[in-house]
């Protein structure tokens, strides 16, 4: 029986409350929904979040409409409720058809059993009252390993940091003319570094493949030089443990992880913006990094100029590199990446189901992926078959609408609708104004009317909103991206304005 209709079957006991199995398989069972509710919440939150955090939580009980979540610290723990305990709920209640549910995130103490790890490659996973090896570390720092003499490193795993992904590889990365640079090279720091490519920044919308690059890099770093020390981190992580440091009067151990090294990877360092003394923590260890050769790679969601913007320093740090920006993926790649993820699972999807999606859906690699997660998980739990009408008919939290031609909508329909949903006048959209509210509400509706008139092109839209150029467009359109990733609410408010618009043509 194909895997999906095993999840789906034993989900469908778990979902109606027949609990009479014996604690080995209500075990199996709470991590095969975990793995569904994974898979579901990956395109909602961040890469760091996935696979830094969640890929380490352990999946404890559901009792009384209470499902409980283990992880390994409390600095784990507040991460995980503040940046993805709505995605979690939801996909829970998705998952086991409940309304209501509380989502309660513990601690394990020490002794508990690290079954996130077996479960995760479908190994047969033990009894939930059963102790065996030590919690997964989800911060792993393992001291460089040199010789007092000659200075020459053990060959043992030098990484630091947050622990990688392996499937998040080069080899699984699918590469198309928007990220083809940010793929090349990033390869090439990783094969070669210290080259030409010191610092490289990578920077563009959240879930386009920045983590996934950097955790690529780590990955070949270490298969092809193991004794080489390696720092992979986030701004955010960066900026807690240095806060610690100072708290707990270590800042001598803290410099000394994170500046002994040969190669520094940080994520999304606009972190640092506006956190003055941890921003200088942050470029002088990057000057003396430089200063001694090592290789440095940085990620952001936003462009050069917004860091210089925020913090002159920030800037400065990334000029004498390589700038690679990763943007939404072609229609093509977005085919390939929903191919490459359904290969990868073992699932059964038809093509046309898999070019309805990449169709629809145009954001970045997560929505794509999650979109096909839950059309694989419902379709599995009510043993139908995903066609196309299927995920028309369940996809709309990810306003799945097939592409209109729009011969119907014009920009002025757009900016009307905005308009009556947000509240901006039509003229102040069109006009000059830089009020905040008016510019937020002005992108929104070039957003929109890329997506819902396909035919019409950048420097047309931009035209028509006052001669705005086509840099300032495309920028538009990122923006909103990364408002609608950060923001559900905002999201579901433009997607009502879409299936309206759409609505009104057909």
Excluded at 292 to 298: A, E, I, N, T, W
Excluded at 376 to 385: F, P, R, V
Excluded at 398 to 410: A, R
């Amino acid at each position: 029986m194909p895997q999906g209709k095993r999840c789906g079957r034993k989900a469908k006991l778990l979902v109606s409350g027949h609990l009479e199995q014996d604690n080995r398989d209500r075990s199996a069972e709470l991590h095969r929904i975990w793995k569904l509710c994974l898979a579901m919440v990956s395109s909602r939150v961040t890469e760091v979040t996935n696979t830094g955090f969640l890929l380490f939580a352990v999946p404890l009980k559901y009792e009384n409409n209470v499902f409980e979540l283990g992880v390994a610290s409390t600095f784990a723990r507040d991460w995980v409720m503040r940046r993805a305990g709505n995605a979690i709920r939801s996909a829970l209640e998705f998952h086991l058809d409940v309304q209501g549910l509380e989502l309660r995130i513990v601690v394990l103490k020490s002794g508990q059993a690290n079954r996130a790890t077996a479960a995760d490659v479908g190994q047969e996973v033990l009894p939930l009252e059963i102790e065996s090896a030590p919690v997964a570390k989800i911060m792993q720092p393992i001291p460089p390993q040199t010789s007092s003499r000659s200075g020459s490193r053990v060959a043992k795993s030098n990484c630091t940091g947050i622990k990688v992904n392996p499937r998040y590889s080069f080899d699984t990365f699918i590469s198309g003319p928007s990220n083809r640079l940010a793929f090349t090279a990033a390869l090439k720091v990783a094969e070669s570094p210290r080259g030409d490519y010191n610092p490289l920044f990578i920077y563009g919308p959240h879930g386009m493949g920045k983590t996934h690059l950097l955790h690529a890099i780590v990955g070949r770093v270490q298969q092809l030089c193991p004794t080489m020390r390696v720092n992979y981190t986030t701004a955010e992580l960066f900026t807690h443990q240095f806060v610690t440091a100072i708290k707990e009067h270590s800042t001598e151990a803290f410099r000394a992880k994170h500046r002994e090294i040969d190669f520094w990877l940080v994520d999304d360092i606009k972190f640092f913006a506006g956190k003055r003394h941890t921003c200088d923590e942050f470029i002088n260890t990057f000057k003396m990094l430089q200063q001694q050769g090592s290789q440095v790679v940085l990620t952001g969601d936003c462009r050069p100029r917004d860091l210089n913007t925020m913090d002159p320093g920030l800037y400065s740090t990334i000029q004498g590199g390589l700038i690679a920006d990763i943007g939404a993926p072609e229609t093509e790649t977005r085919l390939a990446i929903l191919r490459a993820h359904r290969d990868l699972d073992g699932f059964t999807v038809a093509d046309d189901v898999l070019m309805y999606i990449a169709n629809a859906i145009q954001s970045n690699f997560r929505a794509l992926q999650g979109a096909l997660t839950r059309l694989i998980a419902y379709s599995s739990i009510m043993q139908a078959e995903p066609t196309v009408e299927l995920a028309r008919k369940i996809l709309t939290e990810y306003f799945i609408e097939l592409p209109n031609p729009g011969i119907n909508i014009t920009p002025m329909d757009v900016t009307k609708a905005v308009s009556h949903k947000l509240g901006a006048t039509v003229d102040a959209m069109l006009g000059p104004s830089r009020i905040k509210d008016v510019s937020i509400q002005r992108q929104i509706a070039m957003y929109i009317s890329k997506e819902v008139i396909p035919q019409i092109n950048a420097t047309a839209i931009g035209t028509f909103f006052g001669g705005r150029d086509h840099a300032t467009v495309t920028y538009a359109f990122r923006k909103v991206q990364t408002m609608m990733q950060m923001d559900e609410e905002l999201a579901a408010t433009i997607g009502e304005v879409i299936m309206e618009l759409r609505g009104r043509s057909q």
